[in-house]
């Protein structure tokens, strides 16, 4: 006589182990999503930074008399511009407003584009060089030079301060990075 009892799990043996399976992966699914994100910051924050520091290198470039903050080179970008008469005004406004960095995809913003076509004619007077155009990647930054003279004493200043600040588009600072430029002579 064969026995009719088959060899196998029930399906509240399989229920407890599938429970604890998920129990025990939990942990590590969690480690998987902040790895994910953290990965994605750390990339946009070498990004940023890359921005910063090409334009530090720019800016080390220049001939001591042109080291000046993008407010003084490039506030008539704002000038007789609606809803932009704060940053033509106002430098704290300016920074809030203004960039150097563009993709194709943000020149389809018309008020990017505006600002891009002035840009681009008065880029060249300050930094001897062509406004560059960044790939897709840089769409979400946005970056500002700011210049200021150290004095010590009576004598005129032969030394700037160049800070760099790149910021997303929501406008969190996401890097910062200072220089000191001299005038050697």
Not at 49 to 67: C, D, G, H, T, W
Not at 75 to 86: M, P, S, W
Not at 104 to 110: G, N, R
Not at 171 to 176: L, R, T, V
């Amino acid at each position: 006589m064969k026995s009719l009892r088959h060899k196998g799990f029930t399906l509240v043996e399989i229920l407890v182990v599938l429970s604890l399976v998920g129990v025990l992966a939990l942990p590590f699914t969690n480690m998987f999503v902040f790895g994910v994100r953290g990965s994605h910051d750390n990339a946009e924050h070498i990004l940023a930074y890359n921005l910063a520091r090409e334009k530090i290198e720019e800016m080390k470039s220049l001939p001591f008399e042109q080291v000046k903050s993008d407010y003084e080179n490039f506030r008539d970008v704002y000038q007789d511009r609606h809803g932009f008469d704060e940053a033509y005004y106002n430098d704290s406004s300016f920074d809030q407003y203004f960039s150097d960095v563009f993709t194709e995809e943000s020149l389809k913003d018309s008020e990017q584009k505006m600002t891009w076509t002035r840009l681009k004619i008065a880029y060249p007077k300050a930094y001897l060089r062509n406004l560059p155009m960044y790939p897709p990647d840089y769409l979400n930054y946005r970056r500002v030079v700011k210049v200021e003279r150290i004095t010590e004493s009576a004598m005129p200043s032969k030394m700037k301060k160049v800070t760099v600040l790149v910021y997303d588009r929501e406008g969190k600072k996401i890097a910062e990075l200072a220089t000191l430029i001299g005038q050697h002579k």
